[in-house]
Structure formats: structure tokens, C-alpha cells
């Protein structure tokens, strides 16, 4: 799977446990794949400007005799989603983008924490038991870990200070390394074959 737009929008609203993410996929013809991935940059970049969006990804791969293409599409709440929905940007995107023929399964919606544990190729979110137990598999060693080594230069700190330095630092850990990480590493526990 190779990631070709990331397309995260510098300074807008980032996720919350309100927010929406949508996955959406499309199957697209090898003889179409460059018309495709051209208007699709362009569509993505109007849909990073919109208001209320926090940012796209493209993934792309190889599928049989043409290409798969995954768009997680990022919206700050529910409120901001139905805009997208209700927009003159959003009929353009289903013009140019939308299959003749949409399938089953072809767009996912996903609220909160969901969206950490999907990808292209498992777009079911597990239960959220396993999501809270291997988010707990996070948050207790890194926990311990700046408790031990940061306590010292904390205590130091004004208490505001030192709690804001120490979830900045967790959450963006958690965020960008260590759930990914664990994402991989679980997935067959998470999200089992059916």
C-alpha cells in the first residue's frame, strides 16, 4: 500500500472525539488511473481548504488489472461533515470521483478513536474493548516511563506546565508512533479474518 497524498491541513481543527472520518475506496481502470489520481489531487486539495476538514490521505495499490484507491478524509465533527455533505464542492467530488456504480462497501464512516485502528486494508473497526485494551497497552508503560525519568525535571515545573508538557508529549507519541505501531502488530487480534 503506498501512501500518495498526505495532505494534512496546517492549522485547522485536528481530531476530537466528535470527529468523522470517512474512508472512502475506488477501484479505477490501469488505462485511467493518471486522469484519476490528477483529479483527485485537485479535488483533495479544495476539500483541505474547506472549513471544518482536518486533512486527507490517498493511499494506492495494485489490485488485478487496475489500481485501489483509499481516501481518508478527516472532518472536525459531525456538524462539519453534514456540511461537506450539503456543499457545491461535495457534488463536484461525486461527479468527478463517485463509481458509475457505487458497491457495498465503498464508503466507511468512522466517529472518535475508530479512525487510529482502520486502513485501507481493514476498514472495520475492532470492538472497542480491544481498541481501550491495547490503548491501555499504550498509556500504562509510557505512563510509568515519564513518571521515572521525567518525574525529576517535572517536579521542577509548575504543575499546569509540567501536566501540559507531559500530555503533549503522550498524546502526539501515541498519536504518530506507538498506536500505529501497535496497529500493525495486533492486527490479526483486532480485526481477526472472518
Known sequence: ME??????????????????TVLVNRFVPQDGEKAFADTLEK??????RFPG?????????QVGNGVEFSILQHFASQTDHDAWLASPEFARWRGEVAPPVPTPD????YSGMESFFVSAKAPDAPPRWKMAILLLLVVYPLSLA?????????????????TLLTSVFMVWLMTYLLVPILTKVFQSWLQPAK
Do not use: K, N
Open 106 to 109: 465503498h464508503v466507511h464512516r
Open 146 to 162: 515519564l513518571s521515572m525519568w521525567g518525574g525529576p525535571v517535572l517536579a521542577s515545573l509548575p504543575v499546569l506546565v509540567g
Open 53 to 61: 476538514t482536518a486533512g486527507s490521505r490517498v493511499f494506492r495499490r
Open 43 to 48: 479535488l483533495l486539495r479544495d476539500f483541505d
Open 3 to 20: 501512501l500518495l497524498y498526505p495532505l494534512p491541513t496546517p492549522g485547522t481543527a485536528t481530531e476530537t472525539c466528535g470527529s468523522i
